[in-house]
């Protein structure tokens, strides 16, 4: 699973990544230093064989892609790291329904997250993580070979899986949380890799509209994905990527 960084065979600079998740959601810890402290982790384990979506009870909220968003924060590392980037992948392309009944921690979800859809390295993105980790000057050319890698079949070949699908599986109270914060168990299906995992959402309920968000970090591992490494170790992916996420949905 690699993406080409800079879309060139002189410059060995690949990374793989997931997505995350949450979709991604799919922000993610593994930060280079400097970075800020890393959000809550996301938890996985490997499905289990009888596993089975959350029922779909209470009122159910349609997800509005243009008003939501996923961004997943993709981090260089080892020896050779300068021949690389960092990268912001992003999209608003996420739909599919949260469903609200009276008890919150009965709600469920079903989203969706179009692969062909996601976007590298958007200059207004890396502009507003206000780091030098993310410079807004990211070639054209690097743009474009790490995307045309993270679709092709090295990734997440988009041609045959062209979406990302998470449903509940359940909710529970977060630990020590404010008012509207849960963990969400979600099983997540990343090119035909499906898995367990635990994602910290804030919810909150606004007259017919319902807003989630999170952040959490998630290793691409946990979904199934193997990261990049190459020389050694010289060249590689951190396994830890950084999700962010916000989903808004309407009756």
Same mark, same amino acid.
């Given at each position: 699973m690699r993406w080409d960084i800079d879309g060139s065979r002189r410059r060995v600079c690949r990374f793989a990544a997931h997505a995350p998740t949450f979709l991604s959601g799919i922000a993610l810890t593994g930060a280079l230093a400097g970075c800020a402290s890393p959000p809550p982790a996301a938890t996985s384990h490997a499905l289990r064989a009888q596993a089975a979506p959350a029922p779909h009870i209470g009122r159910p909220f349609e997800v509005v892609a243009d008003e939501s968003s996923l961004l997943v924060l993709v981090y260089?590392?080892?020896?050779?790291?300068?021949?690389?980037?960092?990268?912001?992948? +992003?999209?608003?392309?996420?739909?599919?329904?949260? #469903?609200?009944p009276d008890d919150p921690l009965q709600g469920s979800f079903d989203l969706r997250i179009a692969v062909d859809q996601l976007t590298v390295d958007d200059p207004t993105l890396r502009l507003a993580e206000h780091s030098a980790n993310f410079p807004a000057d990211v070639p054209q050319s690097a743009r474009q070979g790490t995307r045309h890698n993270m679709l092709g079949t090295a990734l997440l070949y988009a041609a045959r899986y062209p979406?990302?699908?998470?449903?509940?599986? *359940? %909710?529970?109270?977060?630990?020590?949380?404010q008012p509207g914060d849960l963990i969400a168990e979600a099983r997540i299906?990343?090119? *035909?890799?499906?898995? +367990?995992?635990?994602?910290?959402?804030? #919810?909150?309920?606004? +007259?017919?509209? %319902?807003? &989630?968000?999170?952040?959490?970090?998630?290793?691409?591992?946990?979904?199934?994905?193997?990261?990049? +490494? &190459?020389?050694?170790?010289?060249l590689r992916v951190r396994d830890v990527m950084r999700v962010r996420f916000q989903l808004v949905a309407k009756r």
């Open positions: 260089r590392a080892g020896a050779l790291a300068a021949l690389g980037h960092n990268h912001v992948i +992003s999209c608003r392309c996420i739909t599919g329904t949260l #469903y609200l979406q990302i699908v998470l449903r509940a599986e *359940g %909710l529970r109270p977060a630990p020590k949380g299906d990343v090119r *035909g890799h499906a898995r +367990s995992i635990a994602v910290p959402v804030h #919810y909150e309920l606004r +007259s017919d509209r %319902l807003v &989630a968000t999170g952040r959490f970090s998630l290793r691409q591992s946990a979904v199934g994905l193997t990261p990049f +490494s &190459a020389m050694g170790g010289a």
